[in-house]
């Protein structure tokens, strides 16, 4: 007899997760979310993890879907939320290995402070979506969704309502799906959202969403179940449970990938039956695209708005609709391919100028330090952005802000080893650095933090932030102290000049060798605020051949020139190009102010 086992549906997705090849499971509590999370962490095989709120657990499942292992993820409704702002750039950046994300539902507020729904979010980031209808399909839609995520390149939207999370349903075990490990291969321009990378992604996520609705059309997730009666149901998760008990002679159209929608398999479940209603908990989220099409279609003026449904709910709200005259109009209207904008291509004649780290600006000496370790450096929004352009090519990843830290720790995590390491500005530190920083020590991960404090918010024009106290009118108020608050939290901290390169160099060097979790903050203001000039860099023209090492380190005030490199009027005399050459073409005259 085949084995059977009994599950509520948040212990079928842990089981189908395992079951999938996953091997990372992360989130945080929530009802009716918990216990994925809890059960996988009794399970062989997977590593699990509470983190610190749910933007932390999706940056962490990113770097560990980075790393190469399958990741699942889970958070209440109105967690997601909270990790709104690295799903909307993952969409664009998509995965390594197959990254799942539980959205659980909560209509009724059973034990939320709203009831919003999160199938909106799907649509919104323009990723698939699955939603089970019972345990059996909780289990087997999670080896579905790691299956479309690393097929499509895309994190896929797993969303679960209480009653499917909660209510426990026979479950089938099936045979194990095998997920090898992928590697790691650094692509900027899929993995650094910086504008001229992220509008070529943009292209590519709207070319997927077109494809994704061509799966879902074949998809036997969406299944179109026959009938006697003439009339249709198109439903999803436990609505369509609750429709099928009360409407049993019904036609269905079951949508277990329920976004993008396949508007053909809506449109064939029109040829069968002449009255069609929706049935959905909460928002009219199918019934808009239906209506879109030029389908009549009952449903919210039947169906509830709010809470929850069940079948007598159901049975009474469309009982009347069963026997009424069918509407004229049933054929659809559809909606065009969607048009792509031209690419964007440089005004002719013009030079192509693109965004380049300021002449001293100390952050360059940081990636100096960082590129000489074999270490992926995960990076964030800021200025130092800029780092991950050509020639300096000095970060793999910019998702949004604040998910350096934990994307470091997701990836070094699902290594076990020092692989990564973060790299974080001031104003984003304090943006959203300190809770990771926070869960990477609760968490005890291997890793390194570099936080490149300018003590300014450069990128968007100086402003002031904690970390230096500057108000608004530029009155100086309370500073935090970040090498305090780092050894407050109780990791190791060591605060460097990142003009003394040689000291910064040492400091990563030591770091990265060293166990545990450590932050160096690399400490230099601006140098547009300072607009000091340091010395002046002479060239020796018989000692330099041109070989392009300080050209290399990616700064405007150096080029080549006619038979040696040439120093422009812009040099701050930082001195970094005269530590790189290995000739000595190059050295710092005395210093003065300009
Ligand atoms: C959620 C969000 N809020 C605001 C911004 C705009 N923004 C981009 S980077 C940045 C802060 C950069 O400051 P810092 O980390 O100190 O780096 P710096 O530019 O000084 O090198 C801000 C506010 C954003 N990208 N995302």
Redesign the pocket.
């Known amino acids: 007899m085949e084995r059977q086992l009994f599950f509520s549906g948040n212990e079928a997705i842990a089981h189908g997760a395992v079951r999938a090849g996953a091997r990372f499971a992360c989130g945080y509590p929530g009802t009716p979310s918990t216990e994925i999370v809890e059960t996988a962490a009794r399970l062989e095989g997977i590593h699990s993890q509470w983190c610190v709120n749910e933007k932390v657990a999706l940056e962490t499942a990113v770097g560990a879907s980075l790393a190469g292992v399958r990741t699942i993820v889970t958070m209440k409704h109105v967690g997601l939320n909270v990790a709104a ?1 690295p799903l909307m750039t993952l969409s664009l950046t998509g995965v390594n290995a197959g990254l799942v994300i539980v959205s659980a539902d909560d209509p009724g507020m059973h034990s939320s402070q709203n009831e919003q729904d999160n199938r909106a979010y799907a649509k919104f980031a323009k990723i698939p979506m699955l939603e089970p209808s019972d345990s059996q399909e909780a289990y087997d839609f999670v080896a579905e969704a790691f299956a479309l995520s690393e097929e499509f390149d895309t994190p896929v939207l797993l969303r679960t309502t209480t009653r499917i999370s909660h209510g426990r349903g026979q479950v089938v075990p099936r045979v194990p799906v095998e997920a090898p490990a992928r590697e790691y291969a650094r692509d900027m321009s899929k993995y650094v959202m910086v504008p001229q990378y992220a509008r070529q992604r943009n292209r590519v996520v709207l070319e997927r969403l077109e494809k994704l609705r061509r799966r879902a059309e074949e998809s036997p997730l969406n299944v179109l179940e026959a009938g006697s009666s003439d009339f249709g149901i198109i439903a999803s998760g436990v609505a369509y449970t609750y429709a099928r008990e009360a409407f049993p002679k019904a036609w269905f159209l079951k949508l277990g990938m329920s976004h993008p929608l396949p508007y053909a398999k809506v449109a064939r479940l029109y040829e069968h039956v002449s009255r069609v209603a929706v049935v959905e908990e909460l928002d009219p989220f199918f019934e808009e695209q239906i209506r879109a099409l030029g389908l009549p279609v009952v449903g919210k003026e039947a169906i509830p708005s709010d809470g929850e449904l069940d079948q007598e709910i159901v049975f009474r709200a469309l009982e009347p609709y069963v026997l009424r005259k069918p509407p004229r109009r049933r054929r659809p209207v559809m909606p065009p391919a969607p048009r792509l904008s031209a690419p964007p291509q440089p005004a002719p004649g013009l030079p192509v100028r693109p965004p380049v780290l300021c002449p001293g600006c100390s ?1 360059r000496s940081v990636f100096a330090a960082l590129r000489r370790r074999k270490l992926a450096p995960m990076g ?5 952005t800029l780092g991950s352009l050509p020639p300096l090519l000095a970060l793999d990843s910019c998702l ?2 604040g998910a350096s830290v934990g994307m470091m720790a997701g990836f070094n995590k699902a290594l076990g080893k020092k692989a990564a390491v973060g790299v ?5 530190f304090f943006h959203s650095g300190i809770t990771p920083l926070i869960d990477a020590f609760y968490n005890e991960v291997e890793g390194m933090l570099v936080v ?1 404090d ?1 003590r ?5 024009g100086h402003q002031g932030h904690p970390g230096t106290g500057i108000q608004p009118d530029r009155a100086q108020g309370p500073a935090v102290d970040i090498q305090r608050l780092c050894e407050g939290i109780g990791v190791r901290c060591v605060t460097v000049d990142a003009t003394d390169h040689k000291a910064l160099d040492v400091a990563v060097k030591e770091e990265a060798a060293a166990p545990g979790l450590g932050v160096i903050v690399a400490l230099a203001p ?1 140098v547009l605020m300072t607009r000091h000039r340091a010395g002046e860099v002479v060239v020796d023209d018989e000692r330099c051949n041109l070989c392009g090492l300080c050209v290399d380190i990616g700064c405007p005030a150096i080029a080549p020139g006619d038979g040696a490199v040439a120093v422009l009027e812009s040099c701050t005399g930082c001195g970094l190009c005269v530590e790189v050459c290995r000739r000595g073409a190059l050295s710092l005259a005395e210093t003065v102010e300009c």
């Open positions: 702002d952050h964030d929004i800021g200025c130092y949004c802000m974080i500005g001031d104003s984003t490149l300018n300014t918010t450069a990128m968007t601006c």
